[in-house]
Nanobody, 123 residues
Framework: QMPLVESGGGLVQAGDSLRLSCAAS????????MGWFRQALGKEREFVAG????????EYDDSVKGRFFISRDNVNNMVYLQMNNLKPEDTAIYYC????????????????WGQGTQVTVSS
């Protein structure tokens, strides 16, 4: 069983919204800090958003601040990324990640990764 499985990607138009989901099978999920990364074609993987283990702290890359919102459900072992006002430059494969150490989230030096879900935004 994969530890992290993303879903919710798709093809949308600029200005639309999408909500990505990440289902976690990590033991003691509620202890883990979680994040979302993305990788566009020909580019390096980059940090998008992170949320700490209890959901009281989150961080965002400047490119998505005010448009994307990360949340988590520790009862159902889920992490979400609500993406609003999508732009063509948001087109990428989006990955869910998790680690016990918050300091590893933003650099992406994390323990668990999902397989990714494709988001394509047309202009």
């Amino acid at each position: 069983q994969m530890p992290l499985v993303e879903s919710g990607g798709g093809l949308v138009q600029a200005g639309d919204s999408l909500r990505l989901s990440c289902a976690a099978s990590i033991p003691t999920f509620s202890d883990y800090n979680m994040g979302w990364f993305r990788q566009a074609l020909g580019k390096e993987r980059e940090f998008v958003a992170g949320i700490n283990w209890n959901g009281y702290h989150d961080e965002y890359d400047d490119s998505v601040k005010g448009r994307f919102f990360i949340s988590r459900d520790n009862v159902n072992n889920m992490v979400y990324l609500q993406m609003n006002n999508l732009k063509p430059e948001d087109t990428a494969i989006y990955y869910c990640t998790g680690d016990l150490n918050w300091g590893r989230i933003v650099p992406g030096a994390t323990e668990y990764w999902g397989q990714g879900t494709q988001v394509t935004v047309s202009s």
